[in-house]
């Protein structure tokens, strides 16, 4: 099975679902998460062989969709002096995309985990 990513949004904290046969292909998004700030620390969560899942706030998915799409940008090496905005304009629009392609889904069910992230996150420090 193709990568598949999940978003369960909570009042103040979101859930980031991977899931995926290729363990190789998990490993690499999750590791992205961490590089690009979507996390600062913490271990990612493992629901399943195929399916694991990390804590983060808004802000920190905002900057990671924005520094990833700004360096695959890079990577593609476009032309963009002269033109108003450059980069930052298009790595902002490639982020809001690639926003669409995380699936809502409620992964979880409980009241229960909506007060185990606010444990984890001020213990976390966000």
């Excluded at 600062?40 to 983060?56: A, D, H, L, Q, V």
């Excluded at 033109?83 to 889904?105: M, N, P, V």
Aim: glycine share 6%; with cysteine.
């Amino acid at each position: 099975m193709a990568e598949k990513l999940f978003i369960h949004r909570f009042v103040s904290v979101i859930a980031l679902g991977v899931e995926s046969d290729d363990p190789v292909e998990i490993e690499q998004r999750l590791n992205s998460f961490f590089n690009f700030g979507a996390i600062k620390n913490g271990e990612p969560k493992k629901i399943s062989e195929t399916f694991y899942y990390i804590w983060t706030t808004p802000k920190r998915l905002q900057h990671y969709l924005f520094q990833s799409s700004l360096f695959k940008l890079l990577g593609e090496n476009k032309a963009t002096k002269g033109t108003k905005g450059g980069l930052k304009t298009e790595a902002q629009a490639l982020a809001s995309q690639r926003l669409t392609e995380f699936q809502e889904q409620d992964f979880f069910y409980s009241p229960m985990v909506e007060r185990s992230f606010k444990c984890h996150i001020s213990y976390e420090k966000f």
